[in-house]
């Protein structure tokens, strides 16, 4: 699988919109973009994927450049819910294989 | 569903003694994930079963560590003997086929002393 880079920590004001980026410079044709997160003490979370397109669910918004080098994450309006570290992890998608998680972002939303 | 279900949530045990982790994976689902988090190595796969085999295992630390999954709603992780650095969160997660995600249970935190 890619590796990705993420900014260790970022912080966003409570209401606004988050954005947390991650660099994924070498990933393949067939690999999808995937952001999981963890809320303290919590399993991770699925969050969204994603292959070329930008997506969208009832969680965030997924935004990939068109070279899919990088991408970014949006969370519209932030919550102190919010706050928690924050994977982006790319792999081939539509198989049951194992996720590689590297040390994330860890997103502070203040009040 | 009650999502995948993990028991003991806490569990404290002496050096020595034989550990036994449990997980229900959420119905339906194929594959099954056992993963490890501590501070200093952050969240790392130890092992995962597709249709109740093992594909992949390398993640294994040792062989105090051993995983079944004797049927498609259940599986173990033993560590026997226990030591004071396998103390960390185990989680195990499920996904169904063809699915995206992983469904990642509430944890175990596991204290060797």
């Known amino acids: 699988d890619a590796k990705t880079t993420q900014p260790p920590s970022m912080d966003c004001a409570e209401g606004r919109a988050a954005n947390l980026p991650c660099n994924h410079s070498t990933i393949s044709g067939n690999e999808y973009v995937y952001w999981y997160r963890q809320i303290h003490s919590q399993g991770p979370q699925y969050i969204i994927h994603g292959l070329k397109n930008n997506e969208t669910n009832e969680m965030a918004s997924l935004i990939i450049t068109e070279d899919r080098k990088s991408s970014t994450l949006i969370l519209p309006h932030a919550t102190l819910r919010d706050t928690a570290v924050y994977y982006c992890i790319v792999r081939v998608g539509y198989r049951d294989d194992k996720i590689i998680f590297g040390k994330g972002t860890r997103l502070h939303i203040l009040p | 569903d009650a999502g995948v279900i993990q028991s003991p949530r806490h569990e404290v045990t002496e050096m020595g003694q034989e550990v036994t982790l449990r997980c229900k994976p959420i119905s339906g689902h194929n594959s099954l994930f056992w993963y490890r988090q501590t501070m200093m190595r952050g969240l790392e796969l130890l092992i995962y079963?597709?249709?109740?085999?093992?594909?992949?295992d390398s993640g294994m630390p040792e062989d105090r560590f051993s995983a079944k999954m004797p049927n498609a709603s259940f599986s173990t992780l033993k560590i026997q003997p226990s030591e004071p650095r396998d103390s960390a969160v185990y989680f195990c997660a499920s996904s169904g086929t063809g699915a995206h995600e992983q469904y990642f249970g509430p944890g175990t935190r596991l204290t060797v002393t």
């Open positions: 079963f597709n249709n109740n085999v093992p594909i992949d």
